[in-house]
């Protein structure tokens, strides 16, 4: 795998960093109501863990149905999978609203984990691990799980700066006068993403 593969899992790691439904934006949130600064990095090896196991979940899944149905009707069910998934986050504006505030690491992960899997994280992946002829095994042990750990590892740097930043020297009020709606953003790269599959 070459290293544009590799740019390609490190500039979605630093995407979903920056996200603040990814995480941060969580973590800040606890580490304001706890006072600690300690807090924002023990709140993110959770996140990162529930994160990465919604990736990893995605892509066994996408290559296990890879390795019984033929390339071109696999290329075909994913592509639509993604568009069809980003057309649905395009339509569908809710969020998971369950967690409580006081939560333990456990919590963060799961959340973390139903966050990914709902903003379809794991599908935003599938055009970087596009491939023909490689068992899935074989495939994973030699590329998989190294750019998934690349991929959390950017993700995770990316979303403590941030959360640190903001708990730091501005706090909440910024998103109350100024936010970036990545609901919309995701959607449309899970529906360029889809694309990509299609036709290249």
């Known amino acids: 795998m070459d290293h544009f593969h590799y740019g390609f899992f490190i500039l979605l790691g630093l995407y979903h960093g920056v996200n603040p439904g990814m995480g941060w934006l969580f973590s800040v949130a606890i580490a304001m109501q706890r006072e600690s600064t300690k807090t924002i990095f023990v709140s993110h090896l959770p996140i990162a863990i529930g994160h990465l196991l919604s990736l990893i ?13 033929t390339p071109k009707v696999s290329k075909v069910f994913f592509s639509l999978l ?20 006081n939560v ?26 596009n491939y023909e002829g490689d068992h899935m095994i074989h495939h994973l042990e030699h590329f998989g799980f190294l750019a998934l750990g690349v991929h959390t590892l950017a993700m995770l740097i990316t979303s403590i700066i941030l959360a640190f930043t903001v708990y730091k020297l501005i706090g909440l009020r910024i998103l109350r006068s100024s936010w970036i709606n990545f609901d ?7 529906i360029i993403g889809g694309l990509f599959i299609f036709f290249v």
Request: glycine letters at 8%.
């Open 184 to 190: 919309y953003i995701w959607s449309f790269v899970l």
């Open 82 to 101: 993604l568009i069809g998934f980003g057309v649905y986050k395009l339509i569908d504006r809710s969020h998971f609203t369950w967690t409580k505030m």
């Open 57 to 69: 979940a995605t892509i066994v899944i996408y290559y296990l149905i890879s390795d019984i149905i």
């Open 104 to 129: 333990n690491n456990y919590d963060l992960a799961l959340w973390s984990f139903l966050m990914a899997s709902s903003h379809g994280a794991g599908l935003m992946l599938i055009p970087g691990f």
